[in-house]
């Protein structure tokens, strides 16, 4: 049996007057006649009509909300008004009931704290169904992207013995019992003895073994789990997220920044194009939770203006000087409002990026030429002349992307490739050159200028959907005392 997705029922005119069976979850059943039947592919329900004199009433009464059915009849015109067709339906088959005191999600609006608890059932709410499938069209589009561009979709692994990063909150991988590990004569647990013969870790971004694709490939990107302990219970943080990392040889930072500038473009274009009916709900869902907030919190745009304005504007491009001299003089510093210190050699917070992005610019802003101690080991040094260098301190070649709402959605750099410069930079930082020793080659052998970045999937998700809370743009999220489902 050919079964028809609703988004075809509703949307291809050519179907109507045929006969089409569809299946999914009822969402209501109104009037003893009407189901409302949902089966993912949009967020539009499709009224199925039931002719009581066909189905009896024990039938009937099993049509509870999520009890999935199958329903075959005649695609007609619809009488009501809501819809263009509606189907009426000669045969009618439930497939799974559903206890309606039993089952945990009622057609009514539920907190979002209440759904993250039923995560394994949430995605049959229309919040999640419209995040889930604007994910997939982010996804998707990032492939889209970087392929156009040709790119080449390269595998990392997950699982590593190198800190990319520097900054030691990896997990550990380990096969040893950890009651009674095996020890080393000096008493301390002795790795070679673990499944791997060394210390493992899951893997906190694939940009090294990336960094050696490009050196060979030309231009690769990266795209997948990445994992961090970092024990921030934040709205923006999660222990394992998605990430994008494009490498490009022959790259500079300007051309960096145009990729990124790009990417998040071509992935706001997609999703305006083929996601509009989920983005109004989301639209509309946000206007609402607006409404509750005082005056002076709410934002001037709605969800779809904000990201039609994000792609019709270029993105403002400063360095971290400039950064700093904004924030300085800016009403907030003046009246003690922020609460972590601004000066020159301090990381930026996300209350001064969102200060920057939301207040002073009102548009997405990449900043770049940070201190180099902020940063991580593998960025490019900057001289006088390059955009970025300061008077004030050492600079390297970052570049952060700043969005509204969310702060940091992408970190990269151009890439120190000369050698005795990176090694200096791996020395005072600390970084083991002799774990290294493989990505120390790529500019050991014909070394070149080269550039990427990493794009937080989800902070990207959580910005297209409006949503507040990182854990509700991924299925199952896992953060700091919580990996249920
Ligand atoms: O700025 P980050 O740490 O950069 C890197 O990992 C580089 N190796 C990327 C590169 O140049 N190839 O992380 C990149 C992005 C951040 O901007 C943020 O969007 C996201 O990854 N991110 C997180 N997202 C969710 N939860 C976390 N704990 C995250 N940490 C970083
Ligand atoms: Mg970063």
């Given at each position: ?14 179907l109507t007057g045929t ?96 759904l993250r608890e039923n ?72 790795w070679k003895e673990d ?291």
């Amino acid at each position: 049996m050919d079964i028809t997705p609703i988004k075809s029922a509703l949307d291809d005119e050519a179907l109507t007057g045929t006969t089409i069976t569809v299946a999914g979850w009822v969402r209501t059943f109104r009037n003893d006649r009407f189901i409302a039947l949902n089966d993912g592919s949009t967020i539009r329900n499709l009224q199925c009509v039931i002719d009581q004199n066909a189905v009896d009433a024990a039938t009937r009464a099993r049509f509870t909300t999520s009890a999935s059915v199958r329903c075959t009849g005649t695609l007609v015109p619809s009488q009501g008004s809501g819809q263009r067709v509606e189907l009426q339906v000669a045969d009618v088959a439930v497939l799974g009931d559903s206890d309606a005191e039993a089952y945990p999600i009622q057609p009514k609006k539920h907190s979002l704290e209440f759904l993250r608890e039923n995560a394994h059932l949430r995605f049959r709410t229309n919040t999640y169904s419209a995040i889930f499938r604007i994910r997939h069209q982010v996804s998707f589009g990032i492939h889209e992207y970087f392929d156009s561009l040709g790119y080449c979709y390269f595998h990392s692994p997950v699982i590593t013995a190198s800190d990319a990063e520097g900054a030691g909150e990896m997990f550990r991988v380990s096969t040893l019992d950890v009651k009674r590990p095996p020890l080393t004569e000096g008493g301390d647990v002795d790795w070679k003895e673990d499944f791997f013969g060394a210390e493992a870790r899951l893997t906190v971004s694939g940009q090294l073994q990336a960094e050696n694709a490009a050196t060979a490939l030309g231009k690769v990107y990266t795209f997948g789990p990445t994992f961090r302990a970092e024990n921030s219970n934040t709205t923006r943080h999660l222990a394992e997220f998605w990430m994008v990392e494009p490498e490009a040889a022959f790259l500079d930072l300007h051309g960096d920044m145009d990729l990124a500038e790009g990417l998040c473009k071509h992935l706001i274009a997609r999703v305006l194009r083929n996601s509009l009916d989920d983005l109004k709900f989301l639209d509309a869902r946000l206007k609402e939770e607006e409404a509750t907030k005082p005056k002076e919190q709410r934002s001037e745009l709605g969800l779809v203006d904000r990201l039609r304005f994000v792609l019709d504007n270029p993105f403002e491009r400063i360095t971290y000087d400039q950064a700093i001299d904004i924030l300085l003089r800016s009403k907030p510093y003046q009246k003690k409002q922020f609460q972590f210190p601004v000066e020159w050699g301090v990381d930026l917070q996300s209350e001064h990026e969102r200060y920057l992005v939301e207040k002073h610019f009102k548009k997405p802003v990449i900043v770049t030429g940070y201190p180099a101690g902020i940063k991580a080991f593998y960025m490019r040094v900057n001289s006088p002349g390059d955009f970025g260098y300061s008077e004030k301190g050492t600079t390297v070649a970052a570049m952060d992307v700043l969005f509204p709402g969310i702060g940091e959605i992408i970190g990269g750099s151009q890439r120190e490739e000369r050698l005795d410069v990176l090694e200096q930079r791996m020395d005072e930082m600390h970084v083991p050159k002799g774990e290294l020793w493989w990505y120390l080659d790529t500019r050991r052998f014909g070394t070149v200028p080269h550039a990427g970045f990493g794009l937080g999937l989800e902070r990207f998700v959580l910005f297209v959907t409006g949503m507040g809370n990182i854990r509700d743009v991924i299925p199952f999220p896992r953060t700091p005392k919580s990996a249920a489902f």
